[in-house]
Structures are given as C-alpha cells and as structure tokens.
C-alpha cells in the first residue's frame, strides 16, 4: 500500500534551521502534487506549502514565506521542507499530503487530497 513517511522532526531553537522530508513508497511520485500542512496543539491543520508535479510551481502560506524553501527530488520519492529562522509559533507537528495532479496549478486548498502521512513533530524553544 502507499505510504508517505515523515522524518526530520526535533526541537530547535528559535532562529535555527530544520529539515523534514516526507518518503513516498508504492506512489508514481512524479504524478503528485504533493504538500506541507502542519498542526499546533490546539489548533486546526493549516496549510503550510505545496509543490507542483515537476517542482516548476511552489506556493506557501504567508506566516512561512521567505523562512520556509518547499522542494522535491522525483528520483528518490522524496519531498523536502526546508525551515530557516524559526519561530515558536512554528511548533507543529507536520504532515505531508499528495495530491494527483500533472498540472502547473496548485492552490492551498485543493479538492482532494489522495494519501496523508503520520506526521512528524517540530518544536521550537523560545
């Protein structure tokens, strides 16, 4: 079965970097839209960015722009999310979500969304 596998996850300060990924197995990975969201205790699952099939389009939620860097190597199954100059409010923990879709658009709201993973927890220190 399909399985999108989070890794990276830990506690950083505030201003340090961080870098999860998300493993795709039995997926045609290329074929995906694939996305960041993440999940603060507490609060609902937000959009945090997504990526188009090729990696040609990325979109991010404003809260994360300019610090977040989306990306995806289809050769290894493997979407990125690199986290600079983070901040407490960006504990979560983060999940990845792929969409099917060989498309130029992607939007932070999308009609379906095919598999899920588990998660991986980030938190930031104040």
């Known amino acids: 079965q399909v399985q999108l596998v989070e890794s990276g996850g830990g506690l950083v300060q505030t201003g340090g970097s961080l870098r999860v990924s998300c493993a795709a197995s039995r997926l045609l990975f290329s074929s995906y839209k694939m996305f960041w969201f993440r999940q603060a205790p507490g609060k609902e699952r937000e959009f945090v960015a997504g990526?188009?099939?090729?990696?040609?389009?990325?979109l991010y939620d404003d809260s994360v722009k300019g610090r977040f860097t989306i990306s995806r190597d289809n050769a290894k199954n493997t979407m990125y999310l690199q986290m600079n100059s983070l901040k407490p409010e960006d504990t979560a923990v983060y999940y990845c979500?792929?969409?099917?879709?060989?498309?130029?658009?992607?939007?932070?709201?999308?009609?379906?969304?095919?598999?899920w993973g588990q998660g991986t927890r980030v938190t930031v220190s104040s």
């Open positions: 990526i188009t099939w090729n990696g040609g389009i990325t």
């Open positions: 979500a792929a969409a099917l879709g060989r498309t130029s658009v992607i939007m932070r709201k999308e009609w379906k969304y095919d598999y």
